[in-house]
T-cell receptor
Framework: AQSVTQLGSHVSVSEGALVLLRCNYS??????LFWYVQYPNQGLQLLLK??????LVKGINGFVAEFKKSETSFHLTKPSAHMSDAAEYFC?????????????FGKGTKLTVNP | GAVVSQHPSRVICKSGTSVKIECRSL??????MFWYRQFPKQSLMLMAT?????????EQGVEKDKFLINHASLTLSTLTVTSAHPEDSSFYIC?????????FGQGTRLTVV
């Protein structure tokens, strides 16, 4: 069975500071990993996905995630936070490349960006 | 990008009544849609996979007679919560598959009083 653990339900950073959102996974098969973002009153949007092509994955809005098999982690980072980054972020794991198979989500991390 | 619309975004209903939530793919045809539920401070949990023209596949522990799913067309799937109880209060999200990608609706906040 697959599972995802997101450390920290709330993360607060100052504008311009580094953003680090943590995600650890458990999977018995090579995983496909995703980060989704949800802005208030909107659906989930795909930020980036890992499909074994490269361990460092670049996504939209300047976000990057690094797959570390030895640590079973897929942490999300952004060098400099912007006010518009305030949202809830979900890490997810799947056994299907396109996210079209069953997605197992973490509990989410709410990011607050302070001016 | 592809757009998935969910309606209503919020609904309050009385205990014992039924509520229908719609999920539409606005600019593409979706043979497969997924329904998720999220309780406060919990993960999104897959409830069922909805396939156009056939019966939905429910995840373990999800009551198929309580959560009725209909996927009668390639652009619409509906989830009906029958005989709702306060414990059914939750955030329900649908997603539709297009070209091996999942696109999500904005979610429906259901409150049963």
């Amino acid at each position: 069975a697959q599972s995802v653990t997101q450390l920290g339900s709330h993360v607060s950073v100052s504008e311009g500071a580094l953003v680090l959102l943590r995600c650890n996974y458990s999977s018995s098969v090579p995983p496909y990993l995703f980060w989704y973002v949800q802005y208030p009153n909107q659906g989930l949007q795909l930020l980036l996905k890992y499909t074994s092509a490269a361990t460092l994955v670049k996504g939209i809005n300047g976000f990057v995630a690094e797959f570390k098999k030895s640590e079973t982690s897929f942490h999300l980072t952004k060098p400099s936070a912007h006010m518009s980054d305030a949202a809830e972020y979900f890490c997810a794991v799947s056994d299907g490349q396109g996210g079209s198979e069953k997605l197992v989500f973490g509990k989410g991390t709410k990011l607050t960006v302070n001016p | 990008g592809a757009v998935v619309s969910q309606h209503p975004s919020r609904v309050i209903c009385k205990s014992g009544t039924s509520v229908k939530i719609e999920c539409r793919s606005l600019d593409f045809q979706a043979t497969t849609m997924f329904w998720y539920r999220q309780f406060p401070k919990q993960s999104l949990m897959l409830m069922a996979t909805s396939n156009e023209g056939s019966k939905a596949t429910y995840e373990q522990g999800v009551e198929k007679d309580k959560f009725l799913i209909n996927h009668a067309s390639l652009t619409l799937s509906t989830l009906t919560v029958t005989s709702a109880h306060p414990e059914d209060s939750s955030f329900y999200i649908c997603s539709a598959r297009r070209e091996f990608k999942a696109f999500f609706g904005q979610g429906t906040r259901l409150t049963v009083v």
